[in-house]
C-alpha cells in the first residue's frame, strides 16, 4: 500500500477502501508525530514543523479519489495527499531533514515538498496564492480537452487572501475542473475564525462567485470522500469548480514551536473526541470489518516502515554546498558563478 | 517592403509563436475581441480562437498564478499586464512562486509576462513607471526590454522558447515611434546579450529601452563634436551580460550608465559596481549615472520632461567625463 496504483481507482465505500483510508490516515499521524515530537525536537528536523494532526481525515478521504492525470496542491496539513500519490514517507524525512534525497534537494524544508511527477505543486508559502496556480492547472486540463480535475486545499484563513477570492472568481467565470477543499480547522495561527471572517462559514462566500458548496464533517472521512465523489461529478461533467468546507480542528499548535496556549481547552477537548482515525476504527467495529487487532497490526506495521524511512533519510547527504547556485535557470548565465570576485 | 512598427513586431512574434507551437497561448485583459488595450493581440482570436486567446477577469495576481499553474502542466503562456505598473497587483506570485520553480523543485515554467513600461506618454504615476528593478532582483527571473522593433520580434520569439519566466517589458513611447524593415522568415535574438548599437573610441554609455535612442540621438551631435561614444543597448537585464559591458569599458575606459528608471537602486547602480569590481584599473574617470529623479513619474507635460533624461543631459555630462 501507499503507491498510487494500490488506491486507484476508490469509488465505493467497502472494507477495501476502509483499510486503505486507515492506512494512510495512521501513517500520516504517526510520520507527523515522529518528525514533531522526535525528530524536531532532537535537533535533525530544523525550521518550522507544521502537522495535520486531527485532520487527516480530509486529505485522505479526498485525494483518494483522484485519478493519475489530476493535479494536487495540497496543504502544509495535507500529508495524506502526497502519501496518496506515492510519495514515501522516506522522501518526506529526507525533505524534513534538509537532505539531498529530499523532494526539493534541501532547497525548501519542512511541508513545502511536492513532485512534478507525481502531479503535486508544493505548497507556495504565501498563504492563497495556491489558488489562481490551481485555476491554470486546470485550464491547461481544459486546453487540451481532458477530464482531470485540480484538488485545491487551503485553510480557513487563506480565504481572506486577495488570491483567494481572484482565483475562485476567474475559476468560476472560466469554468475550471477544480475541487476546492477547505480545512476550517477554526484557526489560522492564533487567529480564531470570528476575527478571520465576519461569516460564520467559508461556503457562504461562494454564491458570491457562483459556485456550489457545501459543509461536510471534515473528521469523518467517509464523509469527506462522499463529498468529493460528490464534487468530483460535478467538475467531472465540465460545471465548473465546487467548493468543500471540511469542518475540523487543529489539534496542535499552528507549528511545533506554538504551544496554542490561545485555545480554550474545552474546544481541544470537544474535538479530541472527534477523532478521524478512531472514528473511522468505530465505523468498521460497528460492521465487523476489522477488530482492534487489525488495527494495532496496522498501526505496527506503519511504525516498522517509519523506523527504516527514518534510518534511511537519517544516511542520506546534505547537499554539497557547490550546487548553491544550480538551477536557478535553465542554463547558468555566462560567467559562471553569480556572485562576482575581484 | 514596408517597415514594422515596434508594436506591430512584437504582434507578429506573438502571433508566429503561436502559429509554430500550439502549446502557446495568450492570456490577460481585453486582449480576445478587443485585441489588448494597445491592439496587440488584435485579430487573434478570429485566428486562434478562445480557447488561446484567453480574456481573463481583472485579477493580475489570477492571471499570472495561472499562467504559472498553466506552464506546469505543460502550456507556455504568454500574458499581458495591461501596464506593466499593475505587475506589482501579481508580484507575489511572480516572485514567491514563479521564480522559484525551477530551484525549488525543479520545474520549469516556461511563461512570458508582457507588460508596457515606460513613460513619455503623459500616462502619470501609474501608467509610466519603469518596473524593472525588482524583477532584476528576483533571481530565477529574465527581464528583457527592447529597444528596436527587430529586437521586439526576436526577443519575444526567445522568451517565448524559453523555459525560465521571462519579465518582457514593452516601452510604450516605443510602440509607434520607431520602425524599421524586418526579415522576412523566423528569427530570434538571444537572451542575455547585449548589442553595440554605434562603436566608439572617447567613451561609453550603457542603456535600454527608449534610452537607447537618447543615447544614439546624443552619440550622433557628439560626432560632430569630434566626440565618439560607444553605445551599448543592454536588451536582457536579467541575467545581465557583464562581459558585454566590461568589454566597452576596457575599450574606451569611460562610461555613463543611463536609465529612464529612476536613480537609487535603478541598474546603474548595479553596473558601477560590476566595473568597480571587475575593470576599475581600466577606468580613466569617475562612472556617471543619468536617470530620472527619486520621484513618482509626474503627470503634466512640463514635470515629465524635467523627470525623464534627455538628449542635452546626456551631450553634456558625456562631455564633462570627456574632458576629464
Ligand atoms: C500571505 C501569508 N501571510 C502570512 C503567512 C504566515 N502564516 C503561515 S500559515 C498561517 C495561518 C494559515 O491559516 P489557514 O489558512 O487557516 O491554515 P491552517 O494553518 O489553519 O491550516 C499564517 C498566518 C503566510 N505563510 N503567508
Redesign the interface.
Known amino acids: 500500500m501507499g503507491a498510487l496504483a494500490a488506491a486507484l481507482p476508490a469509488t465505493e465505500i467497502d472494507l477495501d477502501l476502509a483499510r486503505t483510508l486507515l492506512y494512510h490516515m495512521v501513517m500520516m499521524r504517526e510520520l507527523e508525530d515522529r518528525i514533531e515530537t522526535k525528530l524536531y525536537r532532537q535537533g535533525k528536523v530544523l525550521g518550522g514543523c507544521y502537522t495535520g494532526r486531527g485532520q487527516e481525515a480530509i486529505s485522505v478521504g479526498s485525494a483518494i479519489l483522484s485519478q493519475p492525470g489530476d493535479w494536487l496542491t495540497p496543504s502544509h496539513r495535507d500529508m495524506g495527499a502526497l502519501l496518496i500519490r506515492g510519495i514515501a514517507p522516506k522522501e518526506i524525512l529526507a525533505q524534513y531533514m534538509g537532505r539531498a534525497g529530499g523532494l526539493t534537494r534541501g532547497r525548501d524544508g519542512n511541508m513545502h515538498m511536492g513532485c512534478a511527477k507525481r502531479h503535486c505543486v508544493p505548497i507556495i508559502s504565501s498563504i492563497g496564492a495556491s489558488v489562481p496556480v490551481a485555476g491554470g492547472l486546470a485550464l491547461a486540463m481544459k486546453y487540451r480537452g481532458e477530464s482531470n480535475v485540480v484538488f485545491n486545499y487551503f485553510g480557513d484563513g487563506a480565504t481572506s487572501r486577495g488570491d483567494w477570492h481572484e482565483g475562485l472568481n476567474m475559476a468560476a467565470v472560466m469554468d475550471l475542473p477544480i475541487v476546492y477543499l477547505c480545512n476550517n480547522n477554526q484557526y489560522a495561527y492564533s487567529t480564531p475564525l470570528d476575527r478571520q471572517m465576519n461569516i460564520d462559514d467559508v461556503v457562504e462566500r461562494a454564491p458570491g462567485y457562483g459556485l456550489p458548496a457545501e459543509i461536510v464533517s471534515g473528521n469523518d472521512v467517509l464523509a469527506v470522500f462522499k463529498a468529493t465523489r460528490r464534487a468530483l461529478e460535478h467538475v467531472r461533467g465540465g460545471n465548473g469548480p465546487y467548493l468543500i468546507e471540511c469542518k475540523t480542528f487543529r489539534m496542535s499548535g499552528h507549528s511545533a514551536h506554538d504551544r496554542a496556549e490561545y485555545v480554550p481547552g474545552m474546544l481541544r477537548e470537544e474535538w479530541s473526541r472527534k477523532d478521524p482515525v478512531l472514528m473511522l476504527q468505530k465505523y468498521m467495529v460497528d460492521r465487523e470489518w476489522a477488530t482492534e487487532q487489525d488495527f494495532k497490526q496496522i498501526r505496527k506495521g506503519v511504525l516498522d516502515e517509519i523506523d527504516n524511512a527514518v534510518e534511511w533519510a537519517l544516511a542520506q547527504p546534505f547537499p554539497d554546498p557547490s550546487t548553491l547556485e544550480d538551477d536557478v535557470y535553465e542554463t547558468a548565465p555566462s560567467g559562471g558563478r553569480l556572485r562576482s570576485a575581484p | 517592403m514596408t517597415e514594422t512598427t515596434y508594436v506591430q513586431a512584437i504582434r507578429a512574434g506573438i502571433w508566429e509563436e503561436m502559429e509554430r507551437d500550439p502549446n502557446v497561448?495568450v492570456m490577460g485583459e481585453d486582449i480576445a475581441e478587443y485585441g489588448g488595450a494597445f491592439k496587440v493581440t488584435a485579430g487573434m482570436l478570429e485566428r486562434f480562437g478562445e480557447?488561446?486567446v484567453?480574456d481573463?477577469?481583472l485579477?493580475e495576481?489570477?492571471?499570472?498564478?495561472?499562467?504559472?499553474?498553466?506552464?506546469?502542466?505543460?502550456?507556455r503562456?504568454v500574458l499581458e499586464m495591461q501596464f506593466a505598473d499593475f505587475m506589482a497587483c501579481g508580484f507575489?506570485?511572480i516572485t514567491?512562486?514563479a521564480a522559484k520553480c525551477?530551484?525549488?523543485?525543479?520545474?520549469?515554467i516556461p511563461m512570458v509576462i508582457r507588460a508596457p513600461a515606460g513613460g513619455n506618454i503623459h500616462g502619470g504615476p501609474f501608467h509610466s513607471q519603469n518596473v524593472e528593478m525588482p524583477y532584476v532582483h528576483t533571481?530565477?527571473l529574465?527581464v528583457v526590454q527592447p529597444a528596436t522593433a527587430y529586437d521586439a520580434k526576436g526577443l519575444l520569439k526567445a522568451s517565448i522558447r524559453?523555459?525560465?519566466p521571462v519579465i518582457f517589458l514593452e516601452h510604450k513611447y516605443l510602440y509607434r515611434s520607431v520602425k524599421e524593415r524586418l526579415p522576412a522568415g523566423d528569427y530570434t535574438v538571444p537572451l542575455?546579450k547585449a548589442k553595440v548599437r554605434r562603436e566608439g573610441n572617447d567613451l561609453s554609455i550603457v542603456a535600454y529601452g527608449w534610452m537607447v535612442h537618447t543615447a544614439l540621438d546624443a552619440a550622433a551631435q557628439l560626432a560632430a563634436e569630434g566626440i565618439d561614444m560607444e553605445v551599448l543597448d543592454l536588451r536582457t537585464l536579467a541575467?545581465?551580460?557583464?562581459?558585454a559591458v566590461l568589454a566597452t569599458v576596457r575599450k574606451t575606459n569611460k562610461v555613463i550608465f543611463l536609465h529612464e528608471d529612476t536613480l537609487t537602486g535603478g541598474l546603474g547602480g548595479e553596473l558601477a559596481?560590476?566595473v568597480g569590481?571587475?575593470a576599475f584599473e581600466y577606468l580613466d574617470g569617475p562612472m556617471v549615472r543619468i536617470a530620472a529623479p527619486d520621484t513618482p513619474v509626474p503627470f503634466s507635460e512640463t514635470l515629465e520632461k524635467a523627470f525623464l533624461p534627455t538628449v542635452d543631459e546626456v551631450i553634456e555630462q558625456a562631455r564633462n567625463l570627456h574632458r576629464y
Open positions: 497561448f480557447k488561446r484567453v481573463t477577469p485579477s495576481s489570477a492571471i499570472v498564478g495561472a499562467g504559472t499553474g498553466a506552464a506546469i502542466n505543460g502550456l503562456p507575489d506570485q514567491n512562486f525551477r530551484y525549488r523543485w525543479g520545474q520549469q533571481p530565477g529574465k524559453d523555459n525560465d542575455g541575467p545581465l551580460d557583464r562581459e559596481g560590476i569590481e571587475h
